[in-house]
């Protein structure tokens, strides 16, 4: 006797794995890279192009408060995509944040300065970089959940990390972009270089939707929709009842991505104003060290498929918690060979030891009826404390110690240690069978009965 005969009781298909890699890495390098692309445009030639009557300082300002904008966006995009993904599923909505960040720089490319548009150039630039925003907290989230719920169960970690992966590689891709189209004559470029690395965005995003066209709906989600057990209300489900996983995925992504930050953001204004190192030599270094990072995170993530995506992660922040002393040691020294060193060790190494078992630590807290809302709102927290804080608080550090980077190294410390601990509690919380998917489970093993 069938239980309810109006599921289907056959397993939903899995795509290749091919098709999951390009689908989850390729759309958040994209995400990533117009999204840091706007960044370095900013501090490089929007002051002059879009708020040229003001003087270069608050021009300057002005340039980086449209790329804080973006900042604004995110955790907007991540309550927004939550909700439709959780309630109607994930491929649709990654796909809407794939086009919606790829027409938002496609466009940037395209706009007219000040000169041509007047005041309605940096407003429409402002908009344009709201858009990004939203799509980046959308995509995150939902980037790692296309995978890990489409992996074997044994490699929830390696999938997860093709995201984090895609993330270091749109780095990459944004600073090579804009270094190559820097050497042209400041004419040119200020012209029309500029724009050619925002075009290219269109490239990434053919690239993009033609694989995530190919990809099926996650296998966990399509499960729980033939059960029957799709939350109509996730918000309303995830902060009544996972309160406290969503707390400490927050605390421990702000400990993870402190680390970078202080490398990317304040390590480099540190090495280049108080120990006079010269700027191209130090974005080499971080260059080379997310290279490795690419490979360092699909590596971790391996190791922590073997022995465990929380025990991965806490030996990844004990490492950050006490290599952040040597770390400023080796930078203090201002010798090429040893700043490089430290940085790409730093990046390379440590960084995607956390970074890399992340994905399926995180998506290992929720069960399906809320994990897209669930990792998207804790990956959002956990930035804006980790990465909107830790470089105000550095800066403030730095000058009350004289110029010594030494406090700013304790409070890497201190943000590293909470996420230890943070991702130590997760032992009683971490649902890699969730409630929910249980119940699909039982639902399907009775219908084929």
């Known amino acids: 006797m069938s239980a309810t005969p109006s599921i289907d009781a056959s397993p939903p298909r899995k795509p290749h794995r091919l098709v999951v890699f390009f689908s989850s890495f390729m759309g958040t390098a994209l995400e990533q890279y117009d999204f840091l692309l706007y960044g370095t445009a900013a501090a490089l030639v929007f002051n002059k192009l879009f708020f040229p009557t003001l003087d270069p300082l608050t021009g300057a300002l002005a340039a980086i408060a449209t790329y804080a904008t973006g900042y604004l966006g995110r955790p907007l995009g991540s309550i927004l995509c939550g909700y439709l993904g959780d309630r109607y599923g994930r491929k649709s909505v990654l796909l809407a944040t794939l086009i919606a960040m790829g027409a938002a720089s496609t466009l940037i490319g395209l706009l007219p300065t000040y000169a041509t548009a007047g005041i309605w150039a940096p407003v429409m630039l402002c908009v344009l970089r709201l858009i990004q925003g939203v799509a980046l907290g959308g995509e995150q989230g939902g980037a790692i959940l296309i995978a890990v719920e489409n992996a074997p169960a044994k490699r929830r970690g390696l999938f997860g990390s093709w995201s984090s992966s895609g993330g270091m590689a749109g780095l990459v891709l944004s600073t ?27 490239v990434l995003v053919i690239i993009g939707v033609a694989s995530r066209l190919r990809l099926p709906e996650s296998a966990e989600f399509e499960q729980a929709k033939r059960a029957g057990t799709v939350s109509k209300t996730p918000l309303s489900t995830l902060m009544a009842h996972h309160k406290k996983q969503i707390m400490l995925a927050a605390l421990a992504r702000a400990g993870e991505i402190a680390w970078p930050i202080n490398v990317l953001v304040f390590t480099t204004s540190y090495a280049v104003t108080q120990l006079h190192m010269a700027k191209p030599m130090f974005l080499n270094a971080i260059l080379i060290g997310a290279c490795i990072s690419i490979v360092g995170n699909t590596l971790f993530a391996l190791l922590s498929d073997r022995i465990g995506h929380r025990r991965m992660y806490v030996i990844g922040t004990l490492c950050a918690a006490v290599g952040v002393w040597p770390y400023f040691m080796m930078i203090n ?12 060790i730093a990046l390379g190494v440590i960084h995607p030891m956390m ?44 000058a009350r110690s004289g110029g010594s980077p030494w406090m700013v190294a304790l409070l890497i410390t201190v943000f590293a240690l909470v996420a230890g601990i943070a991702a130590r509690a997760m032992r009683n919380t971490e649902e890699p069978e969730s409630a929910d998917q249980r119940t699909v489970e039982l639902t399907l093993r009775g219908s084929s009965q």
Do not use: N
């Open 176 to 202: 090579l972009a804009l270094s190559l189209t820097a050497k042209l004559p400041e004419a040119d470029f200020l012209s029309w270089g500029w724009r050619l690395p925002f075009l290219f965005s269109i």
């Open 355 to 398: 970074y890399g078992p992340q994905g399926a630590l995180f998506a290992g807290l929720f069960g399906t009826r809320v994990r897209y809302s669930g990792v998207g709102i804790a990956h959002q927290i956990g930035a804006l404390v980790g990465g909107g804080i830790t470089p105000v608080l550095s800066a403030l550090l730095l």
């Open 333 to 344: 020294t201002a010798q090429p060979l040893l700043v490089g060193a430290a940085v790409a």
